[in-house]
């Protein structure tokens, strides 16, 4: 069974190597402080793991796991995935290998 954080997510559990992200709140400001309307952002590339699958079997038969867990943040590839809603807010969901990096 897919592991899930009990926030929403009772609903969709992932399957094989997905993994379910809620992105971060894109930066409303430059580095030099200046405000940046809602069309100058850029999509996030960082988020939370709210579940993740149970792991890709390869063509012999021999179990991929898991790298990733459920809180972790990570960065991953800014045009992968799908994105779905879940309630009112917009999650993704995308394979373990479009995640680049666990970001501490």
């Known amino acids: 069974m897919a592991k899930t954080s009990t926030q929403n997510t009772n609903k969709i559990n992932p399957l094989f190597s997905n993994v379910l ?3 971060l709140e894109a930066e409303e400001k430059t580095a030099s402080g200046i405000l ?3 069309t100058a952002k850029e999509k996030p590339q960082i988020g939370l793991i ?3 699958g ?3 079997i390869t063509p012999k038969g021999e179990k991929v796991p898991m790298v990733v867990k459920v809180g972790q ?3 991953y590839k800014k045009w992968g995935g799908n994105e779905i809603k879940v309630g009112t807010e917009e999650w993704i ?4 290998k479009e995640i680049l990096a666990i970001v501490e």
Do not use: H, N, R, T
């Open 73 to 75: 943040k990570v960065m």
């Open 36 to 38: 940046l309307p809602d």
């Open 54 to 56: 149970e792991g890709d």
């Open 93 to 96: 969901i995308i394979e373990q």
């Open 21 to 23: 992200i809620k992105p």
């Open 50 to 52: 709210m579940a993740v």
